[in-house]
């Protein structure tokens, strides 16, 4: 049993401990009532008693309390009355948070609370306004990117560059602190010297920052948004080329997955399957059979004026399958245009997606490039990639281009539609980064070949 002098002695010391703050060890000093009294000036918590204070909850006044756990962990909780209801919020560990820190904390709390406002939802904000850039970026990667798209080496070269060119400068920076004079600073280096590289990481870096808005890390404008006006204009090493390098076209397909809308699938499909925009544009479901994998173009659709067989390559059915959101009906257009689309001077809507709406897609991409060009594009694949493999007429033949001799055209035309298809699968596998075994290919091959003998020839519109 300790001695009465003993007892006496520690009675004292925590009465020295307590003197000043009028909060007892029991979470407040009672007043007759045995309700604590209301917080004092001269009655307050000392920082000396925060680190010897014995296990409860004692308070600073206002709401504030130590808690401190028979282990000896203490933490800072502060109760609030939000919106009518009484709230408690952890303001975190007494260890890590000072006194003065823990003070500062619950006045914000409490004056964001007599304003009407939420201090946990206004705590969160601040959290996430606070993450760094890089963990943004990886997130955007990890779920828009990795994930959406099938070429691989497009998916690797997308966080690449952020990690190379944006990271070392911007990285550990919270994303809602980084400004547009950040983004310039960042693109200066590389805007002349590595033109494409800096055009790729101004648009990466746009689509970091739109997510960050969307999922409120961040608040204000997109910083990336009128950088190019503080930019040189990159005229010394920047060529305008009506057809897209061959070698850039699975990056720009790629791009075109996680871009939304009828445009961006009628732009894909028209570089799948070669052919020209407008033939794309006015193609209706009733024209197209998936099980066989065919599109039966009807003469007066093609610049030709013959009915066209095409071959429907994996991507270009992926596409479609894509599309079937848009469809309402079995002849409906399979890339409609968007209900605000704009009216003709005769006050009526044309059934078909505009070419301006696929030209503002291709637009977003830069390098003055067109969408009749893929058409280029695909030939200049075809001559650098496949070789021998396939003949002139063939190439010819995939673009839609017309044999003079219509009694060649018309002997020759099975033949080419066979030869075409496995060129058209090559086409699509390079533009989506499938690797297809000879095999595979060989088994795919057959079956469409014994589907293109079923239906013999293209049936009558």
Same mark, same amino acid.
């Given at each position: 049993?300790?001695?009465?002098?003993?007892?006496?002695?520690?009675?004292?010391?925590?009465?020295?401990?307590? $003197?000043?703050?009028?909060?007892?060890?029991d979470?407040?000093?009672?007043?007759?009532?045995?309700?604590?009294?209301?917080?004092?000036?001269?009655?307050?918590?000392?920082? /000396?008693?925060?680190?010897?204070?014995?296990?409860?909850?004692?308070?600073?006044?206002?709401?504030?309390?130590?808690?401190?756990d028979?282990?000896?962990?203490?933490?800072?909780?502060?109760?609030?009355?939000?919106?009518?209801?009484?709230?408690?919020?952890?303001?975190?560990?007494?260890t890590?948070?000072?006194? /003065?820190?823990?003070?500062?904390?619950?006045?914000?709390?409490?004056?964001?609370?007599?304003?009407?406002?939420?201090?946990?939802?206004?705590?969160?904000?601040?959290?996430?306004?606070?993450?760094?850039?890089?963990?943004?970026?990886?997130?955007?990667?990890?779920?828009?990117?990795?994930?959406?798209? #099938?070429?691989?080496?497009?998916?690797?070269?997308?966080?690449?560059?952020?990690?190379?060119?944006?990271?070392?400068?911007?990285?550990k920076r919270?994303?809602?602190?980084? =400004?547009?004079?950040?983004?310039?600073?960042?693109?200066?280096?590389?805007?002349?010297?590595?033109?494409?590289?800096? #055009?790729?990481?101004?648009?990466?870096?746009?689509?970091?920052?739109?997510?960050?808005?969307?999922?409120?890390?961040?608040?204000?404008?997109?910083?990336?948004?009128?950088? #190019?006006?503080?930019?040189? =204009?990159?005229?010394?090493?920047?060529?305008?080329?009506?057809?897209?390098?061959?070698?850039? !076209?699975?990056?720009?397909?790629? =791009?075109?997955?996680?871009?939304?809308?009828?445009?961006?699938? !009628?732009?894909?499909?028209?570089?799948?399957?070669?052919?020209?925009?407008?033939?794309?544009?006015?193609?209706?479901?009733?024209?197209?059979?998936?099980?066989?994998?065919?599109?039966?173009?009807?003469?007066?659709?093609?610049?030709?004026?013959? $009915?066209? !067989?095409v071959?429907?390559?994996?991507?270009?059915?992926?596409?479609?399958?894509?599309?079937?959101?848009?469809?309402?009906?079995?002849?409906?257009?399979?890339?409609?245009?968007?209900?605000?689309?704009?009216?003709?001077? $005769?006050?009526?809507?044309?059934?078909?997606?505009?070419e301006?709406?696929?030209?503002?897609?291709?637009?977003?991409w830069?390098?003055?490039?067109?969408?009749?060009?893929?058409?280029?594009?695909?030939?200049?694949?075809?001559?650098?990639?496949?070789?021998?493999?396939?003949?002139?007429?063939?190439?010819?033949?995939?673009?839609?281009?017309?044999?003079?001799?219509?009694?060649?055209?018309?002997?020759?035309?099975?033949?080419?539609?066979?030869? #075409?298809?496995?060129?058209?699968?090559?086409?699509?596998?390079?533009?989506?980064?499938?690797?297809?075994?000879?095999?595979?290919?060989a088994?795919? $091959?057959?079956a469409? =070949?014994?589907?293109?003998?079923?239906?013999?020839?293209?049936?009558?519109?």
């Open positions: 049993m300790m001695q009465p002098m003993v007892l006496a002695k520690r009675e004292g010391m925590w009465g020295k401990m307590w $003197d000043g703050h009028g909060a007892g060890p979470g407040g000093e009672p007043s007759r009532t045995g309700k604590a009294k209301g917080p004092h000036r001269d009655r307050r918590l000392t920082a /000396l008693f925060v680190k010897k204070a014995p296990p409860g909850r004692h308070t600073d006044g206002g709401g504030l309390f130590l808690v401190v028979p282990s000896g962990a203490r933490r800072w909780l502060l109760r609030v009355v939000v919106q009518g209801s009484r709230r408690d919020f952890g303001l975190g560990s007494a890590l948070v000072s006194l /003065l820190q823990a003070r500062e904390k619950a006045q914000t709390f409490r004056a964001i609370a007599r304003a009407g406002g939420d201090p946990k939802a206004e705590q969160d904000a601040a959290a996430r306004a606070r993450t760094p850039f890089s963990e943004v970026a990886e997130k955007v990667f990890a779920t828009k990117i990795r994930g959406n798209n #099938r070429n691989a080496k497009h998916v690797d070269q997308w966080i690449t560059t952020l990690r190379t060119y944006a990271f070392p400068k911007i990285g919270p994303v809602d602190a980084i =400004t547009r004079p950040d983004i310039v600073a960042l693109l200066e280096p590389i805007w002349l010297e590595k033109q494409e590289t800096a #055009r790729r990481v101004l648009q990466r870096l746009k689509t970091v920052f739109d997510y960050a808005l969307a999922m409120e890390y961040r608040t204000g404008a997109n910083p990336v948004e009128g950088v #190019r006006k503080a930019l040189a =204009t990159q005229k010394a090493k920047v060529r305008h080329f009506e057809a897209m390098p061959w070698e850039m !076209a699975p990056d720009f397909v790629a =791009t075109l997955e996680a871009v939304e809308g009828v445009a961006a699938l !009628a732009l894909r499909f028209t570089i799948f399957t070669a052919l020209r925009s407008g033939t794309v544009r006015q193609a209706t479901w009733n024209e197209i059979s998936e099980e066989t994998g065919l599109w039966l173009v009807p003469g007066e659709k093609m610049k030709g004026g013959e $009915d066209f !067989a071959p429907l390559s994996e991507g270009a059915l992926r596409v479609l399958g894509s599309a079937k959101a848009f469809r309402t009906g079995a002849r409906s257009p399979v890339f409609p245009p968007p209900a605000q689309a704009r009216r003709k001077s $005769d006050g009526t809507r044309s059934p078909y997606l505009s301006n709406a696929m030209l503002g897609v291709m637009k977003r830069g390098g003055g490039y067109t969408v009749h060009g893929f058409r280029s594009t695909f030939r200049d694949w075809s001559e650098a990639q496949t070789g021998t493999r396939y003949s002139h007429e063939v190439k010819e033949a995939a673009l839609a281009h017309s044999i003079k001799n219509k009694t060649e055209a018309a002997y020759r035309r099975l033949d080419y539609f066979e030869q #075409r298809m496995p060129l058209m699968n090559e086409w699509s596998r390079f533009l989506c980064g499938d690797d297809v075994s000879a095999e595979e290919q088994i795919a $091959d057959t469409f =070949t014994q589907a293109l003998e079923r239906i013999s020839a293209p049936t009558p519109r």
